[in-house]
């Protein structure tokens, strides 16, 4: 890897440590290729991004950026997994470890906050964007189901009394 290439990598890892709602680093030692393809396509799917980059190139680029602290943990075989939503990386590198005994999490970093091994298990517990929006959208819309059944409640009390009403007529 020649001087221009080393520039533009510490380049977009230090866009990536700005961009980034959290990151995740972890060691990957013993992990096969398939497994970490696997890790990969899992990070995909949730909308994040696993990146192996040398430490020291890693360390560079971290210099100056609100996640620095986890300069601390670029020793190894490390990988960084990252996402813009704040619990994706976490979940899915936790997830991934708890299968794979050859993925130990180290720590990360969310914003300006450093993350030991139990904050990124507890960013991992944490609800996902899509699910918060999902539990909003349906705080917003029970009182609007609650309202139009309200409205049709009466309607359907009168079609029941009718309906009574006829079958004791037929009855008599």
């Known amino acids: 890897m020649d001087r221009a290439q080393k520039e533009k990598l510490v380049e977009e890892l230090g866009q990536v440590f700005e961009s980034s709602g959290v990151v995740v680093v972890s060691r990957y030692e013993g992990l096969t290729v398939a497994e970490m393809q696997d890790l990969r396509a899992r990070m995909r799917e949730a ?3 696993v990146r192996v980059a040398k430490n020291r190139l ?3 680029a971290l210099e100056g950026k609100p996640c620095a602290s986890i300069a601390e943990y670029l020793t190894g075989m490390t990988v960084l997994a990252y996402s813009e939503d704040p619990v994706a990386a976490a979940k899915v590198v936790n997830d991934y470890a708890k299968e794979n ?3 130990s999490i180290l720590g990360g970093a969310m ?3 450093a993350l030991d091994v139990a904050g990124v298990k507890a960013v ?3 609800p996902s964007r899509e699910e918060l929006i999902a539990s909003i959208v349906g705080c917003i819309g029970a009182p609007a189901s ?3 059944g309200a409205i049709g409640a009466p309607a359907s009390n009168v079609a029941s009394i009718l309906s009574t009403i006829e079958e004791r007529a037929e009855a008599a």
């Open 101 to 103: 005994d050859k993925l």
């Open 58 to 60: 890693a360390k560079i």
């Open 47 to 49: 909308g994040g991004s």
């Open 146 to 148: 609650n309202i139009a």
């Open 111 to 113: 914003g300006d906050s």
């Open 124 to 126: 991992a517990a944490m």
